[in-house]
């Protein structure tokens, strides 16, 4: 089981920056796929950014050189940095870990955290 803490949300104006963080526990993080979905109103959630558990990033068209994932697998701890946010970017951003065991894909999520862009 992993838990994960969604942190960092919040109001900013388009153009702006902010930094999500997501905090594990219950499972060391280094084993799972580690990833950012979000959700805006009225639409199905949405993968923004993932990261494998060697590093290796990839992201949505309509974030990519806009965002970056980074996770820091001693601190349990996954990062995604959000530059040059534009107002279609407001969602909440969910953090999810999967791994797949015995040929079974499990997920976890967090709690969700809002962020709005908006002047």
């Known amino acids: 089981q992993v838990q994960l803490v969604e942190s960092g949300g919040g109001l900013v104006q388009p153009g702006g920056s902010l930094r999500l963080s997501c905090a594990a526990s219950g499972s060391i993080i280094s084993m799972y796929v580690m990833g950012w979905y979000r959700q805006a109103p009225g639409k199905q959630r949405e993968s923004v950014a993932a990261v494998t558990s060697d590093g290796s990033p990839s992201y949505s068209d309509s974030v990519k050189g806009r965002f970056t994932i980074s996770r820091d697998n001693a601190k349990n701890l996954v990062y995604l940095q959000m530059n040059s946010l534009k107002p279609e970017d407001t969602a909440v951003y969910y953090c999810?870990?999967?791994?797949?065991?015995?040929?079974?894909?499990?997920?976890?999520w967090g709690q969700g955290t809002q962020v709005t862009v908006s002047s």
């Open positions: 999810n870990a999967w791994r797949i065991r015995v040929g079974v894909r499990n997920d976890y």
